[in-house]
């Protein structure tokens, strides 16, 4: 049996398959402070170690998703140098986790409220979420978020983004890469849950295999990559998910992936 840690910032809940990961500190729009990393830690360590869950899905509460670093604990020189290594850790291990993890996109996703979304797989914005780096603008370095931007959007929108600190909306974040939907704010919440569904009836052993090769071998040489997708594809080939899938094609329907022992 998993529990659920016990977090003072978020909420974690579990969902069968799915975990359902939620922001939780409206009165300040999400802001993280060095709480909600230790926190974030602690859930990402459970969604990485989960033997069952395939899916994430990462909302904030109120009326944004997040904005980023608590600029007054920040002003007030209470945030410790560990907080970037809690935090950053934390992306680390949503990265490495074999679960898809999806992100959800409202109001505000600023500095570390947009690092986030970036090292998750899926991400869905409404066409007026405003989503930036303005670190650069207050004395400091965006986090890895200058690691991840440039492979979603390019190196050179990278850096205007970056070095400029100016924000977008969901709308132009979908056209240029940096989220994968942009839903009308109405339909924002039923268009996550429907997209969450699909990314859960989607996530066999082969397609987790596949986001690890994705996030976290990208940066090996070809022989390397190659060595490590022959081991993840006899992984994925032998696994129950590909069984039910060949059946699925065989017998004309979709397949069903159960959840997992």
């Keep these: 049996m998993t529990l659920n840690p016990i977090l003072r910032t978020m909420k974690y809940e579990t969902d069968g398959d799915l975990i359902r990961l939620t922001l939780d500190r409206p009165e300040v729009l999400n802001a993280v402070n060095y709480q909600v990393t230790l926190d974030l830690h602690r859930a990402a360590q459970a969604i990485h170690d989960d033997p069952k869950a395939r899916v994430v899905l990462i909302r904030g509460n109120g009326r944004a998703f997040c904005t980023g670093i608590d600029l007054k604990e920040l002003a007030a020189e209470e945030t410790p140098h560990d907080y970037f290594y809690q935090w950053d850790h934390a992306l680390r291990l949503l990265e490495l986790s074999d679960k898809l993890v999806v992100c959800a996109i409202h109001g505000y996703a600023l500095g570390g409220g947009l690092q986030l979304p970036l090292a998750s797989d899926i991400r869905i914005a409404t066409e007026d979420a ?5 670190a650069a603008k207050e004395g400091f370095i965006p986090g890895l978020g200058t690691h991840r931007l440039p492979r979603y959007i390019g190196l050179g929108r990278a850096k205007r983004m970056a070095l400029s600190g100016e ?20 339909e924002f919440d039923q268009e996550v849950e429907a997209l969450t569904q699909r990314y859960l009836s989607l996530s066999s052993e082969g397609a987790r295999q596949t986001k690890l090769m994705m996030s976290a071998y990208q940066d090996l040489p070809h022989g390397q990559f190659f060595e490590e997708y022959l081991h993840r594809q006899s992984i994925s080939i032998a696994s129950p998910d590909h069984d039910e899938a060949m059946n699925a094609f065989r017998e004309k329907r979709d397949p069903n992936y ?3 022992a």
């Design 130 to 134: 405003v989503l930036g780096l303005p």
């Design 167 to 186: 924000s977008i909306d969901g709308l132009e974040s979908l056209r240029i890469g940096l989220v994968d939907y942009a839903v009308k704010p109405q």
């Design 258 to 260: 159960n959840s997992r």
